[in-house]
Nanobody
């Protein structure tokens, strides 16, 4: 499995940004796909995820109501639409995928076997 994250950039507080994660190498629909982020000096944190097959969407409390995860099965791509961005959203955003992960483990980064390279999001105040 290969994951390619893109779409990061420098924006101002209150702006929107959409990240993309292109998936290749295996059957997309059989994998859970998630977004994590890592701010400077902090541990990698869960942001949002689709369960395997895309039947369920899950969000960290810190982004609920502002971020939306979506997927395009025809393009094998998962998106993260980020609205009302805050300076504390500044981080490197990573997409991750795993075929065997269960619902209760979606927010645990150690459970994912495959990772993209990350894309930097910087939100200025």
């Amino acid at each position: 499995v290969q994951l390619q994250a893109s779409g990061g950039g420098l924006v101002q507080a209150g702006d929107s940004l959409r990240l993309s994660c292109a998936f290749s190498g295996r059957t997309f629909s059989t994998y859970a796909v998630a977004w994590f982020r890592q701010a400077p000096g902090k541990v990698r944190a869960f942001v949002a995820a689709f369960s395997r097959g895309g039947s369920g969407r899950y969000y960290a409390d810190s982004v609920k109501g502002r971020f939306t995860i979506s997927r395009d099965n025809a393009k094998n791509t998962v998106y993260l639409q980020m609205n009302s961005l805050k300076p504390e959203d500044t981080a490197i955003y990573y997409c991750a995928a795993d075929q065997c992960i269960i619902q209760s483990s979606l927010s645990y980064s150690a459970q994912y076997d495959y990772w993209g390279q990350g894309t930097l999001v910087t939100v200025s105040s």
